[in-house]
């Protein structure tokens, strides 16, 4: 095992992979359905470790997309997602997605490596991506609570001011 290298480990459980029937069913189902991908991800779909990639970029900018949209407050969470859905479309067709994925496998270092250096790495992009979405989530809540706080401070301030505007009238008619 250790004189594969990591592409041809790929290509081994590639091929095993598609003896399955499900997989090969799902498989031509997709090749069949090719425009979608084409349209949501901007590439073309193949049973690959790169589409994996190309769909994890697209999932996690979609969901830091809808995030920061939702904590400018300017649009509801649907309009947020819709919106969101829209922008990640437009950067997969410029291909950032695909360009991302190819940063990943054109890597002499990993194509060359042993296949467990490979999976560690490729590992290790998946638990970066997990922790950068965590941080986004714990900022937009906190940002969230800090709005929440504003409001309430506002609301008080209105009916401190409604209070002493109420007073004053009440204080003036019944000098009248």
Same mark, same amino acid.
């Given at each position: 095992?250790?004189?594969?290298?990591?592409?041809?480990?790929l290509?081994?459980?590639?091929?095993?992979?598609?003896?399955?029937?499900f997989?090969?069913?799902?498989? *031509?189902? #997709?090749?069949?359905?090719? &425009?979608? =991908?084409? !349209?949501? $991800?901007g590439?073309?779909? +193949?049973? *690959?470790? #790169?589409?994996?990639?190309? &769909?994890? =970029?697209? !999932?996690? $900018?979609?969901?830091?997309? +809808?995030?920061?949209?939702?904590?400018?407050?300017i649009?509801?969470?649907?309009?947020?997602?819709?919106?969101?859905?829209?922008?990640?479309?437009?950067?997969?067709?410029?291909?950032?997605?695909?360009?991302?994925?190819?940063?990943?496998?054109?890597?002499?270092?990993?194509?060359?490596?042993?296949?467990?250096?490979?999976?560690?790495?490729?590992?290790?992009?998946?638990?970066?991506?997990?922790?950068?979405?965590?941080?986004?989530?714990?900022?937009?809540?906190?940002?969230?609570?800090?709005?929440?706080?504003?409001?309430?401070?506002?609301?008080?301030?209105?009916?401190?001011?409604?209070?002493?505007?109420?007073?004053?009238?009440?204080?003036?008619?019944?000098?009248?």
């Amino acid at each position: 095992m250790h004189s594969k290298n990591w592409g041809e480990l790929l290509e081994s459980w590639k091929q095993s992979i598609m003896q399955n029937e499900f997989v090969a069913g799902m498989n *031509s189902f #997709f090749t069949s359905i090719n &425009i979608i =991908f084409l !349209i949501l $991800f901007g590439t073309n779909y +193949s049973l *690959s470790l #790169f589409m994996f990639f190309v &769909i994890v =970029f697209w !999932i996690f $900018f979609l969901f830091q997309i +809808s995030g920061a949209l939702r904590m400018t407050s300017i649009f509801s969470k649907g309009v947020s997602w819709i919106i969101a859905v829209g922008l990640t479309i437009v950067l997969a067709q410029v291909r950032l997605y695909s360009a991302l994925s190819n940063l990943l496998f054109n890597n002499s270092f990993i194509l060359n490596a042993n296949a467990w250096v490979g999976a560690l790495f490729y590992v290790g992009i998946i638990i970066l991506l997990v922790f950068l979405g965590t941080v986004n989530k714990l900022v937009e809540k906190k940002l969230e609570k800090n709005k929440e706080l504003l409001e309430e401070e506002k609301a008080k301030l209105n009916r401190n001011v409604l209070d002493t505007y109420v007073g004053g009238i009440k204080k003036g008619m019944d000098e009248n």
